[in-house]
């Protein structure tokens, strides 16, 4: 029996078998979030490292929140395309400071004791053990979005509320400042994910703030001024921007907030 052999276009009517240009289709770029999402893309939605836990989720953090305020854009273009804005130079000298009142705070937690820093100006003892993390999944959304957040300590009265603390190193008095309005959204957050993780809260959150004071006798050791603000948290103001992030993340590439000039810098440098 013949075998039969594949018919092409160019063995029927004779002559070479041409060759085929194969043409795919570049895939284009899904313009909205959403978009992306559902055709899981290159432009798919990244995770956050620090608290995916292998899930595929886009974490949202306070901070990540008022960079948004600060600019949609870049906002935007980091929670797409995982492009941060580079961050310069910068001193690191806060985070070292961040990390030893953390150490001595902890020498204190299992004696229910204050640090003598604090002792006489708040009240409760430090959570023991302490929980540092906390995470809110967002309903919704197809389960994709979820705000995390991350305490520097955490107050427990006895009727077993819990007063979220953060502390601030400051480099001018912070008696003669006016209170950063970030930072009240901070103390929201973390009351809010407290509340959604069965902690009840005092409705109430301090900052401590580290200033360097003058010294005479630095030598023997530096002088630190202790200066804390109580606030009064409102973990309702947190869900309305947390739905404004989702919105504008599913949108549209948003423009670039007025206050950096840096994308008008890039236009008008671009031409050179
Ligand atoms: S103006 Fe441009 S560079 Fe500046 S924050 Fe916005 S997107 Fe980023």
Redesign the pocket.
Known sequence: MARRTPTTQASLFGGDTPKVKRVTKKPSKPSTFREAFASRSAYAPRTTNSANRGEKRVWFSATAMESMN??P??FW?EKHEGIR?PEGIVSRLANRFDGVIKQYFDLYRASGELPPMVAGQLEGSLQYPFQEKYWYRVPGHDNRYGFYGKLDECLVSKDGKYTPVDHKTASSDPKTRDLIPAYQFQLDSYAFLLEKNAHPTTGIGHLIYFFPGHGEKLHEGFPMEITIKTLNTDPGRVMPRLEAAIKLLEGPLPQ??KE?P??AYVDRVKKF
């Open positions: 600060r600019c854009r870049c273009i804005q670039p907030g950096c840096f994308c």
